[in-house]
């Protein structure tokens, strides 16, 4: 399956934005779809995953609360809404996917064999 990600930007802190994931190539009914990010100097971290439904959903503690993960199947697009952003959100954001219908070990990404090439977010204080 071949991954798009775009919507990064420079924001203030407090602002909302919105990531999105375009994904084909492959049916996706099977497939658990994800968000990474990595800041610079530091390793990929795990953001949020869901199932191609939507039915199931994993955030890290770091976003919990003010991240939101939703799959459009209509549009084949999983996006990522960000609340409340913080400077220590700044990072760039990969998405992720691969088949996994029992959404098992969401956040480890040697789970995930497709990745989107990376859209960067800036918060800045």
């Known amino acids: 399956v071949q991954l798009q990600a775009f919507g990064g930007g420079l924001v203030q802190a407090g602002d909302s934005l919105r990531l999105s994931c375009a994904a084909s190539g492959r049916a996706l009914s099977r497939y658990v779809m994800a968000w990474f990010r990595q800041a610079p100097g530091e390793e990929r971290e795990f953001v949020a995953a869901i199932s191609w439904s939507g039915d199931r959903t994993s955030y890290s503690d770091s976003v919990k609360g003010r991240f939101t993960i939703a799959s459009d199947n209509a549009k084949n697009t999983v996006v990522l809404q960000m609340n409340s952003l913080k400077p220590e959100d700044t990072a760039t954001y990969y998405c992720?996917?691969?088949?996994?219908?029992?959404?098992?070990?969401?956040?480890?990404?040697?789970?995930?064999?497709?990745w989107g090439q990376g859209t960067k977010l800036t918060v800045s204080s």
């Open positions: 992720a996917a691969d088949v996994n219908p029992l959404f098992r070990a969401v956040q480890y990404g040697k789970k995930y064999s497709s």
